[in-house]
């Protein structure tokens, strides 16, 4: 069973970045983000593959960057530009070489000035 453990969230206002990190108890394959705001289903915001391959929803393209680091099973995200509709509990989430998935407790995102 692989643990993840996701930290960087808090109260920023509009305009502002944050940086999110999570770390995995052990290797993984593919890394993600989701994020689920209130009365709303979780949706994915940004994954990334082992080899560094990755994809954006469409709503945060040219504002967020995934990013990872092998060697301390890391996977961060770069949140610039930040808008209200960016306030969610942001989840971190992996996929194991055995195709089991993993989930972070979340982090709350608020963008408000």
């Known amino acids: 069973q692989v643990q993840l453990v996701e930290s960087g969230g808090g109260l920023v206002q509009p305009g502002g970045s944050l940086r999110l990190s999570c770390v995995a108890s052990?290797?993984?394959?593919?890394m993600l983000w989701y994020r689920q705001a209130p009365g709303k289903e979780r949706e994915l915001v940004a994954a990334i593959t082992s080899v560094g391959g990755t994809n954006y929803a469409d709503s945060v393209k040219g504002r967020f960057a995934i990013s990872r680091d092998n060697a301390k099973n890391m996977v961060y995200l770069q949140m610039n530009s930040l808008n209200p509709e960016d306030t969610a509990v942001y989840f971190c989430g992996v996929v194991t070489t055995s195709g089991m998935q993993y989930w972070g407790q979340g982090t709350q995102v608020t963008v408000s000035s």
């Open positions: 052990g290797s993984v394959l593919n």
